[in-house]
């Protein structure tokens, strides 16, 4: 296939990729630029293109796999990992020191009714609030899931019924 047919084909499927792209993207914008990435890399591959395959399937194939690697890209760039090793920071700013004072002293509350609960209670309510899901602390544990939600419930009541004097 020469490079004017090459480009032919290319501009034909154009509307095609457009509504392609939007099922995958959901936004008319990053559609275009979806759509403009992909032929921009079909005219730097074209040399590898085999003139008696299926031009859409190739150009579609190359579509899917930049959205796939975009929204990899974009997931990799929002994930954040606190290196920190368990340092609490306890003043939001602006706060007044007596505010600061009340919530740093119901924290240490909160801390010791939690460290007085039995460790198969302590520990999947502190994997929970660390951000953990259910489904992540039950095989970290080795546990069923429900009985991890049985836990964590019966620690946010113990919690809610020993500190209820305190607000």
């Given amino acids: 296939m020469n490079s004017v047919t090459f480009t032919k084909e290319l501009v034909g499927v154009q509307d095609e990729l457009l509504r392609f792209a939007y099922k995958l993207t959901a936004d008319y914008e990053e559609a275009n630029d979806l ?6 890399k079909a005219l730097d591959n074209e040399e590898k293109y085999e ?14 796999n930049t959205f796939i690697n975009n929204y990899r890209r974009i997931v990799r760039e929002q994930t954040f990992v606190d290196t920190t090793e368990n340092h609490y920071y306890l003043n939001a700013p602006g706060e007044t020191p007596s505010e600061s004072t009340e919530s740093a002293y119901d924290l240490k509350e909160m801390h010791r009714v939690v460290n007085a609960l039995p460790k198969e209670y302590r520990v999947p309510f502190t994997m929970h609030i660390a951000g953990f899901k259910y489904r992540e602390i039950a095989e970290k544990l080795g546990l069923p899931i429900g009985t991890v939600k049985s836990r964590i419930f019966f620690t946010r009541q113990r919690l809610q019924r020993e500190l209820k004097d305190f607000r």
């Fill in 35 to 40: 759509r403009q990435e992909t032929s921009l």
């Fill in 51 to 64: 003139p008696q395959t299926n031009f859409k399937g190739w150009i579609y194939t190359i579509m899917r």
